[in-house]
């Protein structure tokens, strides 16, 4: 139960609260360079925990079960702590709000299609908006220790809404096969 992949898993749960406490103070440059820094952590982190599990036979259940929780922790406390610090304001909170809400809406939708033992593959466009959320996130929290280049908040938020639309396609799909195993 405690393989170094669930270990990894965990840690990336146990550093959320730091992660939150680095980004608490929006003025606090130093504090962003060390979430972004830890963010960056916690990123790599989720590849190799998933990485080491596969090539070790180590998948578990605790595993399978915890990874996407601790991804979701992860960027749920980014979205609102990047919104409470104003590093997402304006129109940009309805981008960070549908990321927050496709997040929770499917982890609903696996849990309910989990118990009717229907499984839900990650497809490749579902990878494409992971990888486009971990950049405009990473970037927002980097362009907080740079606020000097301004070309990083710009590129936060652009990938902010790509993530967004990459997010509502994703959703969709997930939601038309959900649908399906509804009554």
Same mark, same amino acid.
């Given at each position: ?5 669930? &270990?990894?898993? $965990?840690? +990336?749960?146990? @550093? *959320?609260?730091? =992660?939150?406490?680095? /980004?608490w103070w929006p003025q606090w440059e130093a504090g962003y360079a060390f979430a972004f820094a830890l963010y960056c952590l916690m990123g790599i982190t989720d590849y190799f925990d998933g990485y080491l599990a596969r090539a070790n036979g180590a998948v578990s259940r605790l595993g399978i079960f915890l990874d996407p929780i601790a ?25 960070? &709000?549908?990321? $927050?809400? +496709?997040?929770? @809406? *499917?982890?609903? =939708?696996?849990?309910? /299609? ?70």
């Amino acid at each position: 139960m405690l393989t170094l992949p669930n &270990l990894l898993t $965990l840690s +990336r749960i146990f @550093a *959320v609260p730091l =992660l939150v406490g680095l /980004l608490w103070w929006p003025q606090w440059e130093a504090g962003y360079a060390f979430a972004f820094a830890l963010y960056c952590l916690m990123g790599i982190t989720d590849y190799f925990d998933g990485y080491l599990a596969r090539a070790n036979g180590a998948v578990s259940r605790l595993g399978i079960f915890l990874d996407p929780i601790a991804d979701k922790i992860m960027i749920a406390a980014v979205i609102l702590m990047l919104s409470a610090t104003r590093d997402i304001a304006g129109i940009h909170i309805i981008a960070a &709000l549908v990321i $927050l809400l +496709r997040e929770i @809406a *499917v982890s609903g =939708l696996r849990e309910f /299609l989990a118990g009717l033992q229907v499984s839900v593959p990650v497809s490749q466009l579902a990878k494409w908006k992971t990888t486009f959320q971990l950049v405009c996130f990473g970037a927002l929290i980097l362009a907080g220790a740079l606020p000097a280049y301004a070309f990083i908040k710009w590129t936060g938020i652009a990938t902010l809404w790509g993530a967004a639309i990459l997010t509502l396609i994703t959703g969709w799909d997930y939601l038309r096969v959900g649908l399906k195993h509804m009554d």
